[in-house]
Protein backbone atom coordinates (compact mmCIF):
# COMPACT_ATOMS: atom_id res chain seq x y z
CA UNK A 1 0.00 0.00 0.00
CA UNK A 2 2.84 2.60 0.78
CA UNK A 3 4.62 1.59 -2.48
CA UNK A 4 1.46 2.46 -4.44
CA UNK A 5 0.62 5.89 -2.68
CA UNK A 6 4.34 6.92 -3.60
CA UNK A 7 4.28 6.17 -6.78
CA UNK A 8 0.96 7.68 -6.82
CA UNK A 9 2.43 10.77 -5.83
CA UNK A 10 5.44 10.84 -8.52
CA UNK A 11 3.13 9.78 -11.06
CA UNK A 12 1.07 12.81 -9.89
CA UNK A 13 3.79 14.90 -9.67
CA UNK A 14 5.54 14.34 -12.67
CA UNK A 15 2.01 15.03 -14.64
CA UNK A 16 2.03 18.42 -12.99
CA UNK A 17 5.26 19.29 -14.58
CA UNK A 18 3.96 17.87 -17.46
CA UNK A 19 0.80 19.57 -17.93
CA UNK A 20 2.54 22.93 -17.10
CA UNK A 21 4.97 22.95 -19.71
CA UNK A 22 2.66 21.81 -22.47
CA UNK A 23 -0.08 24.62 -21.04
CA UNK A 24 3.35 27.35 -21.55
CA UNK A 25 3.86 25.99 -24.62
CA UNK A 26 0.76 26.02 -26.27
CA UNK A 27 -0.48 29.35 -24.46
CA UNK A 28 1.76 31.24 -26.48
CA UNK A 29 -0.13 30.19 -29.85
CA UNK A 30 -2.99 29.88 -28.61
CA UNK A 31 -4.54 32.01 -25.65
CA UNK A 32 -6.09 29.17 -23.03
CA UNK A 33 -8.33 29.65 -19.84
CA UNK A 34 -6.37 28.47 -17.32
CA UNK A 35 -9.00 26.73 -15.32
CA UNK A 36 -10.79 24.89 -17.74
CA UNK A 37 -7.29 23.33 -19.32
CA UNK A 38 -6.14 22.19 -15.49
CA UNK A 39 -10.55 20.75 -15.03
CA UNK A 40 -9.28 19.13 -18.35
CA UNK A 41 -6.14 17.82 -17.84
CA UNK A 42 -6.53 17.12 -14.26
CA UNK A 43 -9.06 14.47 -15.54
CA UNK A 44 -7.05 12.78 -18.48
CA UNK A 45 -3.86 12.59 -16.46
CA UNK A 46 -5.62 11.14 -13.42
CA UNK A 47 -7.81 8.81 -15.70
CA UNK A 48 -5.38 5.96 -15.13
CA UNK A 49 -5.53 5.86 -11.07
CA UNK A 50 -9.37 6.35 -11.18
CA UNK A 51 -9.34 3.21 -13.96
CA UNK A 52 -7.17 1.05 -11.80
CA UNK A 53 -9.14 1.83 -8.08
CA UNK A 54 -12.06 2.32 -8.79
CA UNK A 55 -12.93 -0.09 -11.98
CA UNK A 56 -14.85 -2.66 -10.18
CA UNK A 57 -17.41 0.39 -8.97
CA UNK A 58 -17.89 2.11 -11.96
CA UNK A 59 -20.84 1.19 -14.76
CA UNK A 60 -19.29 -0.27 -17.77
CA UNK A 61 -19.31 2.23 -19.96
CA UNK A 62 -17.64 4.80 -17.89
CA UNK A 63 -14.86 2.02 -17.62
CA UNK A 64 -14.36 1.77 -21.17
CA UNK A 65 -14.05 5.54 -21.65
CA UNK A 66 -11.73 5.50 -18.79
CA UNK A 67 -9.82 2.54 -20.40
CA UNK A 68 -9.79 4.63 -23.66
CA UNK A 69 -8.42 8.16 -22.37
CA UNK A 70 -5.99 6.58 -19.98
CA UNK A 71 -3.88 4.09 -22.29
CA UNK A 72 -3.34 6.60 -24.81
CA UNK A 73 -2.48 9.25 -21.69
CA UNK A 74 0.16 6.76 -20.61
CA UNK A 75 0.94 6.05 -24.13
CA UNK A 76 1.85 10.42 -24.45
CA UNK A 77 2.83 10.55 -20.70
CA UNK A 78 5.65 7.73 -21.86
CA UNK A 79 7.69 9.35 -24.80
CA UNK A 80 6.64 12.63 -23.16
CA UNK A 81 9.03 12.09 -20.36
CA UNK A 82 11.85 10.92 -22.66
CA UNK A 83 11.59 14.10 -24.90
CA UNK A 84 10.78 16.88 -22.86
CA UNK A 85 14.01 16.31 -20.75
CA UNK A 86 16.50 16.89 -23.91
CA UNK A 87 14.01 19.85 -25.26
CA UNK A 88 14.80 21.13 -21.74
CA UNK A 89 18.88 20.55 -22.42
CA UNK A 90 18.35 21.95 -26.20
CA UNK A 91 16.04 25.15 -24.76
CA UNK A 92 19.26 25.78 -21.81
CA UNK A 93 22.28 25.28 -24.54
CA UNK A 94 20.88 27.06 -27.64
CA UNK A 95 18.52 29.24 -25.89
CA UNK A 96 16.42 30.70 -28.84
CA UNK A 97 15.65 34.57 -29.28
CA UNK A 98 13.02 35.71 -28.31
CA UNK A 99 11.71 32.08 -27.90
CA UNK A 100 10.55 31.45 -31.07
CA UNK A 101 11.75 28.01 -31.22
CA UNK A 102 9.85 25.93 -28.93
CA UNK A 103 11.76 22.80 -28.00
CA UNK A 104 8.86 21.40 -26.25
CA UNK A 105 6.47 22.45 -28.95
CA UNK A 106 8.23 20.19 -31.02
CA UNK A 107 8.58 17.39 -28.82
CA UNK A 108 4.49 17.37 -28.53
CA UNK A 109 4.04 17.11 -32.41
CA UNK A 110 7.09 14.42 -32.28
CA UNK A 111 5.39 12.59 -29.62
CA UNK A 112 1.57 13.20 -31.29
CA UNK A 113 3.36 11.55 -34.70
CA UNK A 114 5.13 8.61 -32.42
CA UNK A 115 1.79 7.51 -31.24
CA UNK A 116 0.09 7.59 -34.59
CA UNK A 117 2.69 5.73 -35.84
CA UNK A 118 2.72 3.15 -32.74
CA UNK A 119 -1.54 2.92 -33.13
CA UNK A 120 -1.28 1.71 -36.71
CA UNK A 121 1.62 -0.84 -36.16
CA UNK A 122 -1.01 -1.71 -32.61
CA UNK A 123 -3.95 -2.18 -34.81
CA UNK A 124 -2.38 -3.76 -38.11
CA UNK A 125 -1.72 -6.89 -37.32
CA UNK A 126 0.28 -9.62 -39.62
CA UNK A 127 0.91 -13.21 -40.03
CA UNK A 128 4.76 -13.81 -38.59
CA UNK A 129 5.94 -17.44 -40.75
CA UNK A 130 8.91 -20.12 -39.23
CA UNK A 131 9.71 -23.15 -40.73
CA UNK A 132 11.10 -25.63 -38.70
CA UNK A 133 12.20 -28.97 -39.57
CA UNK A 134 12.06 -32.40 -37.53
CA UNK A 135 13.43 -35.84 -37.87
CA UNK A 136 10.15 -37.08 -36.01
CA UNK A 137 7.97 -39.03 -38.10
CA UNK A 138 4.82 -36.46 -38.69
CA UNK A 139 2.20 -38.67 -40.56
CA UNK A 140 1.67 -35.85 -43.42
CA UNK A 141 5.02 -34.79 -43.50
CA UNK A 142 4.40 -31.65 -42.22
CA UNK A 143 2.14 -29.79 -39.25
CA UNK A 144 1.29 -25.98 -39.21
CA UNK A 145 0.67 -24.27 -36.42
CA UNK A 146 -0.87 -20.81 -35.56
CA UNK A 147 0.22 -19.07 -32.30
CA UNK A 148 -1.40 -16.01 -30.65
CA UNK A 149 -0.67 -15.02 -27.46
CA UNK A 150 -0.98 -11.81 -25.30
CA UNK A 151 -4.85 -10.57 -26.11
CA UNK A 152 -5.49 -8.42 -23.27
CA UNK A 153 -8.74 -8.34 -23.94
CA UNK A 154 -10.72 -6.30 -21.27
CA UNK A 155 -12.82 -2.96 -21.57
CA UNK A 156 -10.40 -1.78 -24.35
CA UNK A 157 -10.17 -3.98 -26.75
CA UNK A 158 -13.01 -6.63 -27.05
CA UNK A 159 -15.14 -8.62 -29.54
CA UNK A 160 -13.78 -6.36 -32.44
CA UNK A 161 -10.53 -7.54 -31.51
CA UNK A 162 -11.41 -10.90 -31.36
CA UNK A 163 -13.88 -10.97 -34.63
CA UNK A 164 -10.38 -9.89 -36.66
CA UNK A 165 -8.43 -12.46 -34.90
CA UNK A 166 -11.12 -15.30 -35.54
CA UNK A 167 -10.95 -13.97 -39.44
CA UNK A 168 -7.23 -13.54 -40.02
CA UNK A 169 -7.02 -17.48 -38.17
CA UNK A 170 -9.26 -19.01 -40.41
CA UNK A 171 -7.55 -18.41 -43.44
CA UNK A 172 -4.42 -20.36 -42.70
CA UNK A 173 -6.02 -23.54 -42.86
CA UNK A 174 -3.65 -24.70 -39.45
CA UNK A 175 -3.97 -28.24 -38.00
CA UNK A 176 -3.69 -26.62 -34.19
CA UNK A 177 -4.27 -23.32 -33.02
CA UNK A 178 -2.40 -22.23 -29.88
CA UNK A 179 -3.06 -19.58 -27.14
CA UNK A 180 -0.20 -18.85 -25.32
CA UNK A 181 -1.40 -16.78 -22.15
CA UNK A 182 -2.43 -13.34 -21.34
CA UNK A 183 -6.24 -13.72 -23.15
CA UNK A 184 -7.66 -11.29 -20.52
CA UNK A 185 -6.27 -7.91 -19.18
CA UNK A 186 -6.69 -8.71 -15.65
CA UNK A 187 -10.91 -8.06 -15.08
CA UNK A 188 -13.00 -11.02 -16.19
CA UNK A 189 -16.04 -8.80 -15.56
CA UNK A 190 -15.86 -7.22 -19.47
CA UNK A 191 -15.27 -10.92 -20.43
CA UNK A 192 -18.71 -11.96 -18.77
CA UNK A 193 -20.46 -8.43 -19.47
CA UNK A 194 -20.06 -8.57 -23.23
CA UNK A 195 -19.74 -12.31 -23.76
CA UNK A 196 -16.24 -12.46 -25.35
CA UNK A 197 -15.34 -15.69 -24.92
CA UNK A 198 -18.45 -17.05 -27.52
CA UNK A 199 -16.52 -15.58 -30.47
CA UNK A 200 -13.52 -17.65 -29.71
CA UNK A 201 -16.27 -20.53 -30.82
CA UNK A 202 -15.59 -20.81 -34.14
CA UNK A 203 -11.81 -20.82 -34.54
CA UNK A 204 -11.30 -23.22 -37.75
CA UNK A 205 -8.66 -26.27 -37.40
CA UNK A 206 -7.88 -29.80 -37.80
CA UNK A 207 -7.48 -30.67 -34.27
CA UNK A 208 -8.67 -27.70 -32.15
CA UNK A 209 -7.51 -24.68 -30.33
CA UNK A 210 -5.67 -24.95 -27.11
CA UNK A 211 -5.00 -22.65 -23.99
CA UNK A 212 -2.13 -22.22 -21.20
CA UNK A 213 -2.53 -19.75 -18.81
CA UNK A 214 -0.89 -16.12 -18.46
CA UNK A 215 0.28 -14.44 -15.83
CA UNK A 216 -2.70 -11.40 -16.63
CA UNK A 217 -5.35 -14.16 -16.18
CA UNK A 218 -4.00 -14.91 -12.95
CA UNK A 219 -4.36 -11.59 -12.01
CA UNK A 220 -7.92 -11.77 -12.58
CA UNK A 221 -8.49 -14.03 -9.75
CA UNK A 222 -10.61 -16.06 -10.90
CA UNK A 223 -8.25 -18.46 -13.30
CA UNK A 224 -10.83 -21.31 -12.06
CA UNK A 225 -14.12 -19.63 -13.75
CA UNK A 226 -11.95 -18.09 -17.13
CA UNK A 227 -11.28 -21.48 -18.38
CA UNK A 228 -14.73 -22.90 -17.61
CA UNK A 229 -15.77 -20.28 -19.48
CA UNK A 230 -13.17 -21.12 -22.31
CA UNK A 231 -14.62 -24.58 -22.04
CA UNK A 232 -17.93 -23.99 -22.80
CA UNK A 233 -16.77 -22.70 -25.89
CA UNK A 234 -14.93 -25.49 -26.85
CA UNK A 235 -11.30 -24.58 -26.31
CA UNK A 236 -9.07 -26.83 -24.65
CA UNK A 237 -7.61 -26.21 -21.32
CA UNK A 238 -3.81 -27.65 -19.92
CA UNK A 239 -2.92 -26.65 -16.91
CA UNK A 240 0.47 -28.60 -16.30
CA UNK A 241 -0.67 -31.49 -18.03
CA UNK A 242 -0.33 -32.96 -21.62
CA UNK A 243 -2.43 -34.32 -24.65
CA UNK A 244 -1.72 -36.65 -27.50
CA UNK A 245 -3.34 -35.57 -30.62
CA UNK A 246 -3.88 -37.72 -33.78
CA UNK A 247 -1.57 -39.96 -32.09
CA UNK A 248 0.86 -38.08 -33.62
CA UNK A 249 2.18 -35.23 -31.43
CA UNK A 250 2.19 -33.83 -28.33
CA UNK A 251 0.66 -30.77 -26.35
CA UNK A 252 2.07 -29.62 -23.01
CA UNK A 253 0.31 -26.29 -21.61
CA UNK A 254 1.82 -24.89 -18.17
CA UNK A 255 0.49 -22.59 -15.69
CA UNK A 256 2.37 -19.40 -16.09
CA UNK A 257 4.74 -19.32 -13.53
CA UNK A 258 2.80 -16.61 -11.41
CA UNK A 259 1.34 -19.23 -10.44
CA UNK A 260 4.41 -19.58 -8.01
CA UNK A 261 3.57 -15.96 -6.20
CA UNK A 262 -0.21 -16.63 -5.67
CA UNK A 263 0.05 -19.22 -3.93
CA UNK A 264 -1.08 -22.18 -6.42
CA UNK A 265 2.96 -24.02 -7.02
CA UNK A 266 3.32 -25.13 -10.48
CA UNK A 267 4.62 -28.55 -11.00
CA UNK A 268 8.13 -29.27 -12.03
CA UNK A 269 7.74 -29.98 -16.10
CA UNK A 270 9.21 -33.38 -15.95
CA UNK A 271 6.07 -34.18 -13.83
CA UNK A 272 4.27 -34.10 -17.76
CA UNK A 273 7.25 -35.07 -19.66
CA UNK A 274 8.51 -37.84 -18.39
CA UNK A 275 5.31 -39.87 -19.30
CA UNK A 276 5.36 -39.08 -22.93
CA UNK A 277 6.52 -40.98 -25.88
CA UNK A 278 9.74 -39.10 -27.17
CA UNK A 279 9.61 -40.93 -30.42
CA UNK A 280 6.74 -38.28 -30.88
CA UNK A 281 6.84 -34.77 -31.49
CA UNK A 282 6.55 -32.40 -28.34
CA UNK A 283 5.35 -28.78 -28.12
CA UNK A 284 5.03 -26.99 -25.31
CA UNK A 285 3.34 -24.21 -24.07
CA UNK A 286 4.81 -21.95 -21.50
CA UNK A 287 3.53 -18.49 -21.33
CA UNK A 288 6.87 -16.82 -20.28
CA UNK A 289 9.96 -17.84 -22.13
CA UNK A 290 12.28 -17.53 -19.10
CA UNK A 291 12.70 -20.96 -18.17
CA UNK A 292 13.50 -22.60 -21.76
CA UNK A 293 16.18 -24.42 -20.06
CA UNK A 294 14.04 -26.44 -18.15
CA UNK A 295 12.37 -27.43 -21.27
CA UNK A 296 15.37 -28.34 -23.31
CA UNK A 297 16.71 -30.26 -20.08
CA UNK A 298 13.73 -32.33 -20.63
CA UNK A 299 13.90 -32.67 -24.51
CA UNK A 300 11.22 -30.60 -25.23
CA UNK A 301 11.13 -30.41 -29.36
CA UNK A 302 9.30 -26.61 -29.50
CA UNK A 303 8.08 -24.09 -26.73
CA UNK A 304 5.89 -21.38 -27.71
CA UNK A 305 5.79 -18.30 -25.62
CA UNK A 306 4.87 -14.28 -25.41
CA UNK A 307 4.48 -12.47 -22.23
CA UNK A 308 7.40 -9.85 -23.86
CA UNK A 309 5.93 -8.19 -26.00
CA UNK A 310 9.37 -7.45 -27.29
CA UNK A 311 9.20 -4.36 -25.29
CA UNK A 312 6.13 -3.06 -27.06
CA UNK A 313 7.57 0.49 -27.09
CA UNK A 314 10.89 2.12 -27.44
CA UNK A 315 13.11 1.28 -25.21
CA UNK A 316 11.51 -1.47 -23.66
CA UNK A 317 12.57 -3.51 -26.26
CA UNK A 318 15.85 -3.10 -25.04
CA UNK A 319 15.01 -3.85 -21.89
CA UNK A 320 13.42 -7.48 -22.46
CA UNK A 321 16.35 -8.08 -24.74
CA UNK A 322 18.78 -8.11 -22.19
CA UNK A 323 16.35 -9.89 -19.11
CA UNK A 324 14.99 -12.72 -21.26
CA UNK A 325 17.32 -15.54 -22.96
CA UNK A 326 15.31 -14.69 -26.36
CA UNK A 327 12.59 -11.92 -26.26
CA UNK A 328 11.70 -12.18 -29.55
CA UNK A 329 11.24 -14.65 -32.96
CA UNK A 330 13.04 -18.08 -33.17
CA UNK A 331 15.87 -19.56 -31.42
CA UNK A 332 17.19 -23.27 -30.34
CA UNK A 333 17.98 -24.13 -26.87
CA UNK A 334 20.35 -27.46 -27.40
CA UNK A 335 17.49 -29.78 -29.63
CA UNK A 336 14.75 -27.32 -28.08
CA UNK A 337 13.29 -24.92 -30.63
CA UNK A 338 11.47 -21.48 -29.07
CA UNK A 339 9.20 -19.35 -31.26
CA UNK A 340 8.19 -16.36 -28.76
CA UNK A 341 5.88 -14.19 -29.59
CA UNK A 342 5.30 -10.64 -29.56
CA UNK A 343 1.31 -11.08 -29.35
CA UNK A 344 -1.18 -9.71 -30.66
CA UNK A 345 -2.98 -7.09 -28.40
CA UNK A 346 -1.24 -4.90 -25.80
CA UNK A 347 -0.79 -4.17 -22.69
CA UNK A 348 -1.08 -0.15 -20.84
CA UNK A 349 -0.48 2.09 -23.53
CA UNK A 350 -2.09 0.77 -27.01
CA UNK A 351 0.33 1.22 -29.12
CA UNK A 352 3.85 -0.41 -30.01
CA UNK A 353 6.79 1.35 -31.31
CA UNK A 354 9.37 -1.62 -30.72
CA UNK A 355 7.30 -4.32 -32.00
CA UNK A 356 4.06 -4.83 -33.84
CA UNK A 357 0.49 -6.77 -33.30
CA UNK A 358 1.38 -10.63 -35.00
CA UNK A 359 -0.11 -14.09 -35.40
CA UNK A 360 2.68 -17.19 -35.85
CA UNK A 361 2.05 -19.64 -38.22
CA UNK A 362 4.89 -22.46 -37.44
CA UNK A 363 5.11 -24.96 -40.00
CA UNK A 364 6.93 -28.28 -39.13
CA UNK A 365 8.12 -30.28 -41.86
CA UNK A 366 9.92 -33.84 -42.01
CA UNK A 367 13.48 -33.59 -43.00
Known amino acids: MLAFIIISILYFLLSFLVGNRIYKSINKVN ?30 ILNKVLAFISSYYLAFFAYILMLFPI ?50 QLKDGKLKIALVSDLHLGYFRG ?3 IDLLKSELNKLGADVVIIAGDLVDGNLDPIIEDN ?17 TGNHDFYTGKVDELCTLL ?16 DEFYILGRD ?34 QNIKEAEGDNIDLQVSGHTHKGQIIPGNLITHAIFPLDYGYGKFGNTNLVVSSGYGLWGPPIRTGSRSEIVLITLSNK
Open 196 to 212: MFSHLKDIKSTYGTYFA
Open 31 to 60: KLNKIVYWCIFAFISSSFIIYETATYNLPS
Open 231 to 246: TEQGIHILRNESTLIN
Open 87 to 136: AFILTKLLKPKNNKLDFYMISLLITTLIVGIGTFLANSPYVKEYTISTDK
Open 256 to 289: DVTADRLGTKRPPLDNMSSNIDNNKFSILIDHNP
Open 159 to 161: NNR
